[in-house]
């Protein structure tokens, strides 16, 4: 097995870094100590433990682990899976911990799927994700989930993971004579950035690929640079820098600023980050930041949109890049949101205040009667079709909330 695989921890002991999840005393650990886990959504980027975290869980409660992956399994897999669990329950008493990788990648219909044999107990759902479950996760499954923000290791968690598998005889290179000095530990831990699983996966290539001298396979930094060749650009796609990148995104294209949006894009899409996600930030920003001043901008931010969905990556970020140019380049204007944030303080403040008696639709003679529709002027009896009448309820009588630009 590949050595991320062999020194997957077993035990929460073994598990480094996430202390605000599974440490001592936090609720997470004392409900599986306790045997009294319910179902759990673990958000967060990749190697930070989603995957061993469930195995942990289904070890220390004494369930059948079953992993399964959303990316190629589908509902007739499920239900054979919630078929055999009933089965088990039954007969065993066993409970049946069901790992769902990818669980985003499942349809709302699909996720619907899972619902059922989560009210009924007959399965404990750990589902893994990257991507934010309010946007990705149907809301029935989450209000019966606890979700868990899982989050980019730090370095003493990652210096930890390295120290063990270096020192680790029976699954790790204990047995072997490596000697690695500080800058390459440090180049090391900087490339997986995060990622436990990426860098056992450069311990073990650096490994194999280094010639001993003397006995000794010695890792220096130049070795480990000359082995990666090249740091590959990353970032945590539900963490801090991924809000950062986007912030800086969206303040460039605000700013008009062609060339720092596309580098931002760039740098988004070298990290693999979602285009759905950007395309959907760009329809947003043509609405809130350009408006009226260039109303075409939605259509084209829009189109972008169509393009992710019908074309994909890599060719959409073609498409990306002819969006964002247009969206920095067009002329700005925030007046029809700001117009509607104002809109919407008045109806929190006011409520739902009557509708003049004029605008109403008179339907019936009862209604008529009680004055619905008297008065109205219908605009096109008048010149340039434009008619001066009052349109808000007597209480915001005069408000302006649309106030453009000169």
Do not use: C
Request: no cysteine.
């Amino acid at each position: 097995m590949p050595l991320a695989e062999r020194m997957r921890p077993r035990d929460f002991d073994e598990f480094y870094g996430q202390d605000e999840v599974v440490g001592k005393g936090k609720p997470l650990r004392n409900a599986v100590e306790k045997d009294v886990l319910q179902s759990i959504i673990l958000w967060g980027p990749p190697g930070t433990g989603k995957t061993t975290l469930a195995r942990i869980i289904a070890e220390k409660t004494g369930g059948v682990f079953i992993h399964f992956s959303a990316a190629t399994m589908g509902v007739p897999e499920l239900k054979q899976i919630v078929k055999e669990a009933e089965e088990r329950r039954r007969f065993n008493k066993k409970r049946t911990i069901l790992f769902v990788d990818e669980i985003h990648r499942f349809n709302k219909t699909q996720q619907s799927a899972f619902l059922p044999s989560l009210e009924d107990g007959t399965v404990v759902l750990v589902g893994a994700t990257t991507e934010n479950p309010s946007f990705e996760i149907i809301a029935p499954l989450l209000s019966r989930s606890l979700v868990l923000v899982l989050q980019s290791l730090d370095d003493k968690a990652l210096g930890n993971i390295l120290d063990g598998a270096l020192k680790n005889g029976e699954r790790g290179f204990g047995r072997e004579k490596i000697a690695i000095d500080e800058k390459a530990r440090e180049v090391m831990i900087g490339f997986a950035d995060g990622d436990a699983r990426v860098l056992l996966n450069t311990l073990e290539f650096a490994v194999h690929n280094t010639a001993k001298t003397k006995g000794t396979i010695r890792l220096d930094a130049k070795n480990i640079q000359d082995i990666l060749q090249k740091k590959a650009i990353r970032y945590d796609k539900n963490g801090e820098e991924h809000y950062n990148v986007i912030s800086a995104f969206i303040k460039s294209m605000r700013d008009s600023d062609p060339d720092g949006a596309l580098y931002w894009l760039s740098r988004m899409i070298e990290a693999g980050e979602n285009a759905r996600f950007i395309a959907r930030r760009m329809v947003i920003f043509a609405s809130e930041d350009i408006g009226v001043a260039q109303p075409t901008a939605l259509v084209v931010a829009n189109a972008v949109a169509h393009a992710v969905e019908y074309v994909g990556m890599p060719e959409a970020a073609i498409n990306l890049t002819h969006g964002v140019v247009h969206l920095a380049t067009a002329k700005k204007s925030n007046a029809s949101y700001k117009g509607l944030l104002a809109a919407m303080e008045d109806v929190k403040e006011h409520g739902a205040l009557p509708v003049p008696l004029h605008l109403r639709n008179a339907v019936t003679k009862l209604t008529k009667d009680l004055g619905y529709h008297k008065g109205y002027k219908y605009a096109h009896d008048y010149k340039n079709s434009k008619v001066s009448q009052e349109h808000l309820p007597e209480k915001l009588k005069g408000r302006k909330y649309y106030e453009p630009p000169e």
